[in-house]
C-alpha cells in the first residue's frame, strides 16, 4: 500500500518560535498533498491543499502566512508554523494523493506543543 | 455548503456482532466514497473506496453505495474489539481535489 511518513511525530516549541513539519510520500508521487488539523476529541479539519510546483490553496480561516506551505516536489511538502503560540498546539496531520479518484492516505500525524 | 453526515454514537455492538455504520451526502455530483478509521490518538487509515452503485466486499468489510438515496454505509461483519474505533466517511466532489469528511462515527465493540 501507499505509505506516507511524516516527522517529526512530536514537537515541543516555545512561544514565538517557528516549527516545521515535513511529508513525505514514500513509494508514490503525490501530485497533490493536504495538511489537517485536529483538536482532542475532534474531527479533522483542512487547513491547506498544495500541488507541486504551485501555491498552497488554503481553507477560509486558515492565516497563509502563519502556516507556510512548500510542495517543492512529487514526493515532499512541508508545513512550518510560524510564530508559534499555545493556541496552535495540535495535531497535525498530512495526507497525499496521487490519483483522480481522490484517494488519500494519511502520514503518522505531528503533535505540537507550544508552551 | 457541502456535507457529508455521520451519526457520532458511540455505536455498542457485542464482539461477534455485524456493526452497521451510515452516512449520507448532500452533493448528488459525488464521484468517490471512502471509509477511514481512526484509532485514539493515530491519523486516519484508510480502509475502503467505492466509486460505484453496489457493495464492495473486502475481508470482513463491505461498503454499499446507493447514490439515488445520496446514501453509503460501512458493514463490519464478526466485530472484534480491536475494531472499536472512530470511522469516517469522506467524498470527493467534482471540481475540487480535498475530500469533505463526516465527523465520523465512534465505534464500540463489547468482549
Known amino acids: 500500500g501507499a505509505v506516507v511518513s511524516q516527522h517529526p511525530s512530536w514537537v515541543i516549541c516555545k512561544s514565538g518560535t517557528s516549527v516545521k513539519i515535513e511529508c513525505r510520500s514514500l513509494?508514490?508521487?503525490?501530485?497533490?498533498m493536504f495538511w489537517y488539523r485536529q483538536f482532542p476529541k475532534q474531527s479533522l479539519m483542512l487547513m491547506a491543499t498544495?500541488?507541486?510546483?504551485?501555491?498552497?490553496?488554503?481553507e477560509q480561516g486558515v492565516e497563509k502566512d502563519k502556516f507556510l506551505i512548500n510542495h517543492a516536489s512529487l514526493t515532499l511538502s512541508t508545513l512550518t508554523v510560524t510564530s508559534a503560540h499555545p493556541e496552535d498546539s495540535s495535531f497535525y496531520i498530512c495526507?497525499?494523493?496521487?490519483?483522480?479518484?481522490?484517494?488519500?492516505?494519511f502520514g503518522p500525524g505531528t503533535r505540537l506543543t507550544v508552551t | 455548503q457541502k456535507e457529508v453526515e455521520q451519526n457520532s454514537g458511540p455505536l455498542s455492538v457485542p464482539e461477534g456482532a455485524i456493526a452497521s455504520l451510515n452516512c449520507t451526502y448532500s452533493d448528488r455530483v459525488s464521484q468517490s466514497f471512502f471509509w477511514y478509521r481512526q484509532y485514539s490518538g493515530k491519523s486516519p487509515e484508510l480502509i475502503m473506496s467505492i466509486y460505484s452503485n453496489g457493495d464492495k466486499e473486502d475481508g470482513r468489510f463491505t461498503a454499499q453505495l446507493n447514490k439515488a438515496s445520496q446514501y453509503v454505509s460501512l458493514l463490519i461483519r464478526d466485530s472484534q474489539p480491536s475494531d472499536s474505533a472512530t470511522y469516517l466517511c469522506a467524498v470527493k466532489d467534482t471540481g475540487r481535489r480535498a475530500l469533505t469528511f463526516g465527523s465520523g462515527t465512534r465505534l464500540q465493540v463489547q468482549p
Open positions: 513509494d508514490f508521487q503525490a501530485t497533490t
Open positions: 498544495s500541488n507541486e510546483g504551485s501555491k498552497a490553496t488554503y
Open positions: 495526507s497525499a494523493s496521487g490519483t483522480y479518484e481522490g484517494k488519500q492516505y
